[in-house]
């Protein structure tokens, strides 16, 4: 199968569709088949997760792997996104000379997870010479979940070498990761690129855009998601979930910490996801207070953790303290989510007035 067509009417941020293996299948009707610029922004967006105005599909560039790292290139029509930095949220326009809306999904190519906070950048060169080198944005999508991406000039068509630089992961690492993706790796992948085929991807303004809800996720045979594992398959003891700015977040807890945390006893697992399509939130800052008849048993950070069998998570050891039902626990962020948003996000997760407050659940 030519591999430009793999991804044809699929999804990329701020778009949807259901990709079924490797036929690209749509889950719904597209009837407009180029735009290189979005409609405008949504009026009166609520402060929260909402549908976007328009859904746009990809092309796939293609994959390579080296070291402990897989990598896939896609990319779609030029579009506008919103950087996060601390607290400042900035919105990117669509520059005049931008070709293309270029995106890069890092993943373990033994387990599948996709690996958030890895630090990326990418090189474009065609024929051996530069056309663009930048680092990428890792960013939230509600079809694509967490990638790397970014808006990228061309130069014509033809054939490009895109080689993806992945850093170490910057999180801790438990379990069998323990040992891995401690190295950098630079990745070579071979991309073919037309104006005629990027302008026949697929694209459709939505009728229902504003209302709260979520497009759906893809579905790719060859890629992983990067959505967190349904409540019912966490590990441990589930004590409940809170929401905060649409940041849904699942607390459970394991009798014993995962290899590589000294701290014997219980272990405090927070995962962080969306509502409807559960695609996981990294790289946010959270604390949690552990409380019982008042006295608090256990405050401190939660660590950023990757772990093969908790997936990515927001951890620490309870230095020895069960948890009991009718106990406490105060989940506080800290920092907001430092991942980019396409639309449909930027007004979650901590970018509305009040930013993302703390919230309690008691334990049953």
Known sequence: ?????????????????????????????????????????????????????????????????????????????????????????????????????????????????????????????????????????????????????????????????????????????TGAFRDRFTDPASIPVEMEYSQSARDEISFETLDDAGERAAVSPMEMSMVPDATAPAVEDLQGTVLGEVNSNDAVLVATVLDESPDGIDTPGPYLVVSARTPYNRMLIPAMGLEATHTRDGEAVFSGELVRTLDPDLSYHYGAALDGASVESGDDLTLTPTVWPQVARHEGYETAFGAMLGGMPEQTLTVE
């Open 1 to 173: 199968m030519d591999r430009r067509t793999f991804l044809r009417g699929a999804v990329a941020g701020g778009t949807a569709a259901g990709l079924g293996g490797l036929s690209g299948c749509l889950g719904f009707e597209l009837t407009s088949s180029s735009s290189a610029r979005a409609p405008p922004v949504v009026e009166d967006r609520p402060d929260g997760v909402y549908i976007p105005s328009h859904i746009e599909g990809m092309n796939m560039g293609g994959m390579g792997k080296a070291g402990d790292y897989q990598v896939g290139v896609f990319y779609s029509y030029a579009h506008r996104f919103w950087n996060v930095n601390g607290e400042s949220v900035e919105r990117t326009d669509i520059g005049d000379d931008d070709d293309v809306h270029l995106m890069a999904s890092v993943w373990d190519p033994e387990t599948g997870q996709v690996l958030p906070e890895t630090g990326l950048s990418v090189e474009v060169t065609k024929d051996d010479s530069l056309v663009s080198q930048e680092v990428i944005y890792p960013m939230l999508s509600q079809p694509m979940g967490f990638h790397y991406g970014g808006n990228f000039p061309l130069d014509g068509d033809g054939t490009y070498t895109v080689t993806v630089s992945v850093g170490g992961v910057r999180t801790r690492r």
